[in-house]
């Protein structure tokens, strides 16, 4: 069986995630967990961006200390998915974010893979003395709660968010 492992951003991996990045761009696919990716001029800021995201001191007032990882599949050290866990809530996040947001690239999806990435994502929030996570889905992304149902994951409701236009369902998932 092959063997996938959660790998914190380096250098070394900066082709590999331009890569999965450009497929999300070719499939037109939303991207998420991707500690902001999308939202940095090159490789180099948002590595910076990443590993400033656990120095509490660099982080702004509204945002929280957050881990990113790469998902990788050990046999061909492809990425497979990117998964970015925020170590606490604040209000926003309480509300629509949670704790964990997560991509898996279109050509890998309905493997099973978002399920074993969220699974070794809980381990790492097990490992940050969380006692209980927050993982949120819109409503119409059946795969996304199928996979935190098979998580443990319990709906606790469901809102419609302002900024996204959408019903984005709340699940709780206790570690």
Request: include cysteine.
């Amino acid at each position: 069986m092959t063997e996938f492992t959660l790998i914190y951003p380096s250098k070394e991996y900066e082709c590999k995630v331009n890569d999965y990045i450009e497929e999300f761009l070719k499939y037109k696919s939303e991207i998420n967990g991707t500690g902001g990716f999308n939202r940095y001029d090159n490789y180099d800021e948002w590595l910076q961006k990443v590993k400033g995201d656990l120095e509490l001191q660099s982080i702004f007032e509204d945002r929280v200390p957050a881990s990113t990882y790469f998902f990788v599949r050990k046999s061909d050290d492809r990425i497979i998915g990117m998964i970015n866990i925020r170590h606490r809530l604040n209000e926003f996040l309480l509300k629509e974010g949670g704790h964990i947001g997560y991509s898996v690239r279109p050509t890998e999806r309905n493997n099973g893979y978002a399920t074993l990435m969220l699974r070794l994502g809980l381990q790492k929030c097990r490992e940050l003395n969380l006692e209980k996570v927050l993982v949120t889905c819109d409503k119409i992304n059946i795969a996304s709660a199928k996979v935190i149902q098979k998580n443990n994951g319990i709906l606790e409701n469901e809102i419609f968010s302002k900024i996204f236009s959408e019903v984005i369902q709340r699940y709780w998932i206790y570690l």
